[in-house]
């Protein structure tokens, strides 16, 4: 039965009906309805299966889904928008950085590491939230007593005398002490140095493993850290920079890392999603070749426990993955979903294909998300001052010439339009410090003539990569 935190970010998900999950992708991702309305069912269904009985719950087995299109139409923003959306551990990966067992690369069970890394993260992430106020209140007093010093304590043999002098002293302190909390509170002292105690790692020993490293030695590396005696140094730094240092102190003494480490395991195993992305890239023609290709059909064995259901061995402990949802993608240009091995094909039930994009979805792209490129690029401009605004001309214009580039050159779906998009205004945020304030309008005129070089050259390879 998992936590009650854990049964808490599930039930975050009874609130979302999966018409209003598609709504709430719509914001961002246009078109795609098919795609969107199956990882909404398959999102849903984790909340369904908690309320089934307990009897029958570990019996129902999560939609896994392979998303099939070709490169640039959201499948991968799917995805992340849902993992969001929903709260949940995601990470993506690459099929074709995985290896067989046996050969050097990352194996795949390391996608489940950084799994539950992105869980443990997460779920810190939220506990420091709760107790942010009081690790502030801490941090403050911790200042106040580094910029005053509390006057030492009295002897026991002490003379009445000298009692009431330090009565006095202590009082005065308080009353120093309250004063100096205001000015700290509203940022006066933030510019004031303070002598502060630091924890330093162990010598020689790097903050994570050597790139190309195998899988694991990240957890040496650390194991290794905790090992090794912690040395403390003396350092003046402002208060702005203690601040940050003693936070994070005091966030760590809150902060039970053994039950963050529980609710991230939990959480991961309920509610986690892996977005394995190029999964064609490991789909070879079957049947050819003398026997299993490393790079391809031993990548899809080595996958196929995972996706069914297995224990994998994290630094934090042992993970189940019969309940993480998998969402594949790939273009399936040279090879065919039927060309993965049958006993993985029949870990992916749900297949959608996405739609190629159309002139009239790169209008809509640049105009309806939240996220818009059009909103974001005026965003830049505004922040020197000026102003960025498309006329509707202009954008159309943009549509069309993004569209006819991705048909003489290779199709990259809405990636197209980062590409013409730079291109249109790279003179504009190049001269806009010195221009000054003046409005900027992109209008259909604006974008033959600046565009024109890539409308009309054959050769566009020398204008868009």
């Known amino acids: 039965m998992p936590s009650p935190r854990t049964q ?18 719509d914001r961002y991702i246009v078109g795609q309805a098919d795609a969107k309305k199956s990882v909404a069912i398959a999102l849903r269904n984790r909340w369904r299966r908690q309320r089934a009985p307990e009897n029958i719950r570990d019996e129902i087995s999560p939609n896994n889904i392979i998303l099939i299109g070709p490169t640039g139409v959201g499948k991968t923003e799917i995805a992340r928008r849902l993992a969001k959306l929903s709260g949940a551990p995601f990470v993506k990966v690459e099929a074709s950085k995985f290896t067989e067992v046996g050969y050097v690369g990352r194996d795949v069970e390391s996608m489940i590491r950084d799994l539950i890394e992105n869980a443990i993260d997460m779920v810190r992430s939220e506990r420091e939230t709760e107790v942010e106020d009081l690790a502030n209140e801490k941090v403050d007093e911790r ?18 005398d000298a009692r009431a002098e330090h ?209 974001q690029y005026a965003a830049l401009v505004e922040a020197e001052g000026a102003s960025l605004d498309f006329t509707p001309d202009g954008i159309a214009e943009l549509a069309r010439v993004a569209a006819r580039v991705n048909e003489r050159m290779e199709n990259i779906g809405a990636r197209r339009l980062h590409t013409v998009m730079t291109t249109l205004l790279e003179e504009v945020l190049y001269e806009l410090p010195d221009c000054g304030p003046a409005p900027v309008t992109v209008n259909a005129d604006m974008v033959r003539e600046r565009l024109r070089s890539i409308a009309e050259d054959e050769d566009l390879r020398k204008y868009i990569l």
Do not use: C
């Open 167 to 375: 009565d006095q002293a202590l009082e005065r302190h308080k009353r120093t002490r309250d004063k100096l909390k205001a000015l700290l509170l509203d940022g006066q002292l933030d510019s004031r140095e303070v002598e502060i105690e630091v924890t330093q790692s162990g010598p020689g020993l790097p903050g994570s493993a050597m790139p190309g490293a195998p899988d694991g030695m990240d957890s040496m590396a650390e194991w290794l850290r905790d090992m090794m005696p912690k040395k403390k140094t003396r350092r003046t730094v402002k208060v702005t920079e203690a601040r940050r240092i003693l936070l994070d102190e005091e966030l760590e003494k809150l902060v039970d890392l053994d039950d963050v480490t529980a609710d991230a395991l939990e959480r991961t195993e309920a509610m986690g999603i892996v977005f394995l992305d190029e999964i064609d890239k490991i789909a070879g023609e079957r049947g050819h070749g003398s026997g299993p290709d490393v790079s391809r059909e031993g990548v899809q064995r080595d996958l196929l426990p995972i996706v069914e259901g297995s224990n994998v061995t994290t630094k934090y402990g042992m993970v189940k993955t019969d309940h993480i949802l998998f969402v594949a993608a790939g273009a399936f240009h040279v090879s065919k979903p039927s060309d993965l091995i049958p006993e993985l094909q029949g870990r992916f039930p749900i297949r959608v294909e996405l739609k190629a994009l159309t002139e009239s979805d790169f209008v809509r792209i640049m105009t309806e998300p939240e996220n818009a490129l059009t909103k």
């Open 143 to 160: 200042i106040l007593d580094l910029l005053l010093p509390v006057p030492p304590a009295l002897a026991a043999e002490a003379s009445p």
């Open 8 to 25: 808490q970010a599930i039930a975050r998900l009874a609130d979302l009906t999966p018409r209003q999950i598609v709504a709430e992708l």
